[in-house]
């Protein structure tokens, strides 16, 4: 669910994607001398202590690395002289922007910064990130002050795992906040299909507004984990008027809610005396259209309240908490589930996220034609998923016979472990997945496929293509015996809508 721009004022309302309360951490950097890399990532805003040295210099709250010294400023290879530093983020996302404070480095900052961005999949050494990772530009080249927060818009679509900052020529940086929107790998977790916690920053959940934060901030509500305080909280101050408290929650995707969590941990003497909850499909304001989810309800201190909406509730895109009077809430919880819609409004969005490289693969395994692939990522950004299908169809439709070929060759016969041709592993997954008819089939039948199979491929000069997802064994060897008669150019056509069919039905699944 992408911003709207009237929800907020700043990109600095978002979520730092890099936050070490997200798990972003600092892995590998050119040199650190004075000061470690891992405090370009800590939560709590730097410090000067004018007495504190170590035995390398004065210690600073940053990251500084030695002076350069050369000539110029250029390196061994010829180029400009820069130190790096890799970051990888606690949730990966489209970044918005970045803010590149240099607080306390008044005569040791960089004159320059530049930003890129990486996908890495997995969990690979921090080496491994620094030889290998394909990094895209997100900042070019660009002037920094010292003692000051360095704040750059950044416009940019696509999702990234990883961000590099190189400082020009040396020098130190006391932290970097990468703020953006969260577009999680919904399969770590646990899939779109499952009970999520829509209300999560690290999914992308949002607090967009509140009536007050006084005493902290309404972004604590949506951290992971358990609140170490009431500075960790969200706390407005005491109310002298008539009603209610609130914050109004964007939700990571529009879902029906289940199942609320309620938590005001350390929260003993300012605890709300209660709490109730709203929910809308279009957030508008004042002029939203609020539901009721949960009737008010009262709170009790230190104390994580489990509270159920109605079994039949709505879904909705916001949430609105109130608190009556006022006073502090640890945490908030909105577990729910998405519709087959929601579902693939996400999976839209995350293709369009994606890298060229990253999409390619990603519809390889949807259709094995690399020209089918290829035509579809330069159709993107997909407004919905209509639109997705329309590029489809058109890609079908300029594939050659050679190109068809390539897509029936990714798939393993049907009662087959392997592709005749080149496949992924996520491709070859999928196939086991479809063919889960085959599994229970005895061994006459087993054998019989495997022969007319061999037939098959003999006359017609490719496999036997059939959506099998659903069918049963015998189902499977009846069209197969039904298919054997005709001739080439009708298995080819026949083939290729089957193909049609397997695609839509992988593509509904993309992650």
Same mark, same amino acid.
């Given at each position: 669910?992408?911003?709207?721009?009237?929800?907020?004022?700043?990109?600095?309302?978002?979520?730092?994607?890099?936050?070490?309360?997200?798990?972003?951490?600092?892995?590998?950097?050119?040199?650190?001398?004075f000061?470690?890399?891992?405090?370009?990532v800590?939560?709590?805003?730097?410090?000067?202590?004018?007495?504190?040295?170590?035995?390398?210099?004065?210690?600073?709250?940053?990251?500084?690395?030695?002076?350069?010294?050369?000539?110029?400023?250029?390196?061994?290879?010829?180029?400009?002289?820069?130190?790096?530093?890799?970051?990888?983020?606690?949730?990966?996302?489209?970044?918005?922007?970045?803010?590149?404070?240099?607080?306390?480095?008044?005569?040791?900052?960089?004159?320059?910064?530049?930003?890129?961005?990486?996908?890495?999949?997995g969990?690979?050494?921090?080496?491994?990130?620094?030889?290998?990772?394909?990094?895209?530009?997100?900042l070019?080249?660009?002037?920094?002050?010292?003692?000051?927060?360095?704040?750059?818009?950044?416009?940019?679509?696509?999702?990234?795992?990883?961000?590099?900052?190189?400082?020009?020529?040396?020098?130190?940086?006391?932290?970097?906040?990468?703020?953006?929107?969260?577009?999680?790998?919904?399969?770590?977790?646990?899939?779109?299909?499952?009970?999520?916690?829509?209300?999560?920053?690290?999914?992308?959940?949002?607090?967009?507004?509140?009536?007050?934060?006084?005493?902290?901030?309404?972004?604590?509500?949506?951290?992971?984990g358990?609140?170490s305080?009431?500075?960790?909280?969200?706390?407005?101050?005491?109310?002298?008027?008539?009603?209610?408290?609130?914050?109004?929650?964007?939700?990571a995707?529009?879902?029906?809610?289940?199942?609320v969590?309620?938590?005001?941990?350390?929260?003993?003497?300012?605890?709300?005396?209660?709490?109730a909850?709203?929910?809308?499909?279009?957030?508008?304001?004042?002029?939203?259209?609020?539901?009721e989810?949960v009737?008010?309800?009262?709170?009790?201190?230190?104390?994580?309240?489990?509270?159920?909406?109605?079994?039949?509730?709505?879904a909705?895109?916001?949430?609105?908490?109130?608190?009556?009077?006022?006073?502090?809430?640890?945490?908030?919880?909105?577990?729910g589930?998405?519709?087959?819609?929601?579902?693939?409004?996400?999976?839209?969005?995350? +293709?369009?996220?994606?890298?060229?490289? @990253? *999409?390619? &693969? #990603?519809?390889?395994?949807?259709? =094995?034609? /690399?020209?089918?692939?290829?035509?579809?990522?330069?159709?993107?950004?997909?407004?919905?998923?209509a639109?997705?299908?329309?590029?489809?169809?058109?890609?079908?439709?300029? +594939?050659?016979?050679?190109?068809?070929? @390539? *897509?029936? &060759? #990714?798939?393993?016969?049907?009662? =087959?472990t /392997?592709?005749?041709?080149?496949?992924?592993?996520?491709?070859?997954?999928?196939?086991?997945?479809?063919?889960r008819?085959?599994?229970?089939?005895?061994?006459?039948?087993?054998?019989?496929?495997?022969?007319?199979? @061999?037939?098959? &491929?003999?006359?017609?000069?490719?496999?036997?293509?059939?959506?099998?997802?659903?069918?049963?064994?015998?189902?499977?060897?009846?069209?197969?015996?039904?298919?054997?008669?005709?001739?080439?150019?009708?298995?080819?056509?026949?083939?290729?809508?089957?193909?049609?069919?397997?695609?839509?039905?992988r593509?509904?699944?993309?992650?």
């Amino acid at each position: 669910m992408s911003t709207n721009a009237n929800e907020l004022a700043s990109f600095t309302d978002l979520v730092d994607l890099a936050s070490e309360r997200l798990g972003g951490a600092s892995i590998h950097c050119s040199d650190d001398f004075f000061a470690g890399m891992e405090n370009l990532v800590k939560a709590k805003e730097p410090v000067w202590d004018e007495h504190a040295y170590t035995d390398r210099g004065k210690w600073m709250d940053g990251w500084e690395s030695k002076r350069a010294h050369r000539e110029n400023h250029v390196d061994a290879d010829g180029g400009e002289h820069h130190d790096d530093c890799i970051v990888r983020l606690g949730a990966p996302g489209l970044v918005r922007g970045v803010v590149v404070d240099t607080a306390f480095f008044r005569g040791n900052y960089p004159s320059h910064c530049a930003i890129a961005g990486a996908v890495v999949d997995g969990f690979p050494s921090a080496r491994a990130v620094a030889a290998e990772a394909r990094w895209l530009p997100l900042l070019p080249k660009s002037p920094l002050t010292g003692n000051s927060k360095n704040t750059f818009a950044i416009e940019s679509e696509l999702r990234v795992t990883h961000v590099r900052l190189r400082i020009f020529p040396d020098g130190g940086v006391a932290r970097l906040r990468v703020y953006g929107e969260p577009l999680p790998d919904w399969r770590v977790h646990g899939g779109l299909e499952g009970e999520l916690d829509l209300a999560s920053c690290e999914l992308g959940g949002l607090v967009v507004a509140c009536s007050d934060m006084f005493f902290g901030s309404r972004h604590n509500l949506l951290f992971p984990g358990f609140s170490s305080g009431m500075h960790d909280g969200w706390e407005t101050r005491r109310s002298r008027r008539a009603g209610f408290d609130w914050a109004v929650v964007r939700l990571a995707a529009r879902g029906a809610p289940r199942r609320v969590v309620v938590d005001t941990s350390h929260f003993k003497g300012n605890c709300p005396e209660s709490f109730a909850l709203e929910g809308c499909e279009r957030y508008e304001g004042e002029r939203s259209a609020w539901r009721e989810l949960v009737a008010r309800v009262p709170l009790q201190p230190h104390t994580r309240h489990v509270l159920f909406p109605a079994p039949d509730a709505a879904a909705c895109s916001h949430v609105r908490l109130r608190v009556f009077p006022d006073g502090g809430l640890a945490r908030f919880r909105l577990f729910g589930v998405l519709d087959d819609a929601e579902r693939q409004v996400q999976r839209v969005r995350r +293709l369009n996220a994606m890298t060229r490289d @990253e *999409a390619e &693969a #990603a519809l390889h395994t949807c259709c =094995g034609s /690399r020209a089918f692939a290829a035509q579809v990522t330069s159709a993107r950004p997909f407004v919905d998923l209509a639109a997705l299908g329309r590029a489809v169809d058109a890609a079908f439709g300029a +594939l050659t016979e050679a190109d068809w070929l @390539e *897509a029936f &060759a #990714a798939h393993p016969r049907i009662g =087959g472990t /392997r592709p005749a041709g080149h496949a992924s592993a996520a491709s070859q997954a999928q196939s086991g997945q479809e063919q889960r008819g085959m599994g229970v089939a005895d061994a006459a039948l087993t054998a019989r496929m495997a022969e007319l199979n @061999e037939q098959y &491929a003999k006359k017609h000069g490719f496999i036997y293509i059939v959506k099998a997802s659903g069918k049963s064994a015998a189902e499977l060897l009846a069209l197969l015996e039904a298919r054997l008669g005709n001739d080439r150019s009708t298995e080819l056509k026949t083939a290729a809508e089957e193909q049609r069919k397997i695609t839509a039905l992988r593509l509904a699944r993309i992650a």
